[in-house]
């Protein structure tokens, strides 16, 4: 603070200066962008540029002009913020409080900066104990934090490591124990036993298996569970020996890991159509359903190679618990039960929304509006989860806002590790949708989801994001949970701190694609031409019900992009680009997978917005000879045999969405070796290093992000081998960092530590629990109920 305060004072006549200009311009609220805009058209009139000033506006998020007094927001770091009231006729400053701030924020939409109480909410006070990330640059590596203090909670609280006996005898599995008996009462007892079951192991082979040690390892009280045979069994005790003595992060780390303690995981993902086939395209359905079950399949077979390595007899299970819907659209998401394929045991479960007289709502509800349903929904799904799993889950992952809430209310009720994803926040992807919250309330209902985000980031045990950007952004852009630290909804709550993204539960791990689906186009041995005349139909065809367009040159390259049909997703904007620019059309021809081409069809109301603007641009354009839009649905095979053949045609691959979490589309496509355009707000700025694996596009610069596939284009003329080069480059690229089995190897090493964690030190944020709990009480469910009083 006292830096900053230096730095201002350096600055302050010209400060003052420039406040006058924004104090001009005689709006209310000023955003960054428009902040360096206007101090670009002032810098001309300083006598000498000065850099102080250079940084401190690129550290400027907001300005609220309040004449004479403007209040800035300052991010003068990642995760960092102050606030500060500038007095334009006193020339004087003062850094005041986040709640001061925000109450002249509130003013913008007419509620009184002063004299009216207010509802804040402050989490911070309940994680003053909780070990904190230190450097930024380590945000989103909390389970190294965490090992770094069970590391020294072992070595300072000798006497407490009795934890460590009571956690290794409370393992189960049906009744049946494992790792320790009870026989062992104390850990002078557990030390000995370590050292003698080593000398036993020590006379056997590796491969020797466990069932000719049992007896042996049974009579020291070890129980089933520590490996299937001798060297494994004794890399697990070593690890435990070593952590009663030396007790170094990487080695509870690896410890944990063998640690026999998740058999049944339950994932959560309650909106849209969660099915495996024919659902990609309808309403709030994409790529999560594609994670999820990418992630089941590898989840399964990781845990399977786990019980294996253990030494057990038990059959893992991965239940998916989702929505059902009677009105399914030829879709399976009518049938409760429902095997996923390329698993042995995971299915998914579906649990219908039943309305006040408990009779099932039918058809399906958008994700804005089914937030009065999900508390009915979790506890109907306990029971039904009970009858197919037999008993509790060991780990319980949300997905998304509402997967999130669901699986806080389940995970409290059944005391579960929880596991938060949240796959995109939505107050990221609409400008100022906090406050203005009430004008947008009949549409997305914001107040409840930004509610429930809350209460399930500080209800988690982890948090996995897949990229740095997701959590923190970057030192000129805020991350998606960052936001979630400062900010009010006028007229019903502060948030004075919400996150705190320098706490250690938040981790980093990306998703990969399934290798079995998008392999490299070069990969011939694998690859399926019996779908390539479905796939020329699909590009070359006539228009029909359901497309628009017919590509008359076939020779050309091909720029294609798949989405949902969403203002976000942007590809109307896609489109416009192409449309405006002859040379574009000139290269290369345009395909988009998105949505409906006939909105009678559709029963969103922003995706028909979307389908009307999209026949707008071409009509106006007159695009029906070069570009081609498909209002259809691809099973994944025939998607990635998709990408291999417009890469067999030279083509490339466009995300331009207006803000993107992670990007699996954009791994998916760098996958088969298609090059890739994908914007820089978001995962695909981390994902892609720009020329050397693909490009990034500022999707609200129209002649930029054109001019950046031209130039490509343009390349490959000069240097036919410059699209080989970023094709190897970007098949190398997700190779090396975007795979499924890195994935769940972490996943399950987060759920055993953060589990650890909480029996080690008796700590799982009971506080910050009870507080989250009044705040779904006396926030939440008063959302809601409003909600739906203003339905009937």
Known sequence: MRDLKARIDSIKGDLFLFFRTIKELDKPLVLCTEVQKAYAEFVPQLQHHNADMDDFIQCVQELIVYPPQIYCAVRSDIGKWFFVAFDLDALQYTLVKKSTFLSFKEQLVGVSPSGQWRLRLDVKPFNKDFPKVEDKKDIGRGIEYLNQHLSSYFSDHNEEQEHLLEFLTLHHYNGMQ???SPRIENLAQLRQAVTDALQVLSRHEDETEYARLANDLHSLGFEPGWGRNAGIIRTTMGLLQDILHDPEPAKIEAFLSNVPMIFRVLIVSPHGFFGQSKVLGYPDTGGQVVYILDQVRALEAKMRENVYNQGLEIEPEVLVLTRLIPEAQGTTCDQRLEPIWGTRNAKIL????????????????????IWPHLERFAFDAINEIKSEIGNRPDLIIGNYSDGNLVATLIS?????????????????????????????????????????????MNSADFIIASTYQEIAGNQSSIGQYESYKTFTLPGLYQVVNGIDIYDTKFNIISPGANADVFF?????????????????????????????????????????SIARLDRVKN????????ASSEELRRRANLVLIAGHVNKEYSQDEEERAQIDLMHEIFDTWQLDGQARWLGIQLEKQMTGELYRYIADGRGVFVQPALFEAFGLTVIEAMTTGLPVF???????????????CGFHLDPTNDAQSTETILDFFQSVDNDPEYWHRISEQAIARVEERYNWPHYVNRLMTLAKVYGFWKHMTNN?????????????????????????????
């Open 178 to 180: 494992l790792l320790v």
């Open 350 to 369: 579906r649990v219908p929304f039943r309305n006040d007289d408990d009779e099932v709502i039918p058809h399906w509800i958008s994700r804005f509006h």
């Open 412 to 456: 409290q009720t059944l005391k579960v590790t929880q596991c938060t994803i949240a796959h995109a926040l939505e107050k990221s992807k609409y400008l100022y949708s906090d406050l203005y919250w009430q004008d947008n309330e009949e549409e997305y209902h914001f107040s409840s989801q930004f509610t429930a985000d809350l209460i399930g």
């Open 520 to 560: 490299p186009y070069t990969h011939h041995e694998q690859r399926q031409p019996i779908l390539h005349r479905e796939i020329e139909e699909l590009l070359y065809g006539f228009p029909d019900d359901t497309s628009r367009g017919h590509l008359q040159d076939q020779q050309k390259p091909i720029i294609f």
């Open 571 to 578: 590809l109307t904007g896609l489109a416009r680009w192409f």
């Open 678 to 692: 994908a914007t820089r707000f978001g995962g695909p700025l981390e994902i892609i290093e720009p020329g050397v």
């Open 764 to 792: 799982d944020r009971e506080e910050i629990r009870r507080y989250v709990e009044m705040f779904y009480g006396l926030m939440y469910r008063p959302l809601v109920e409003k909600y739906v009083r203003s339905c009937v």
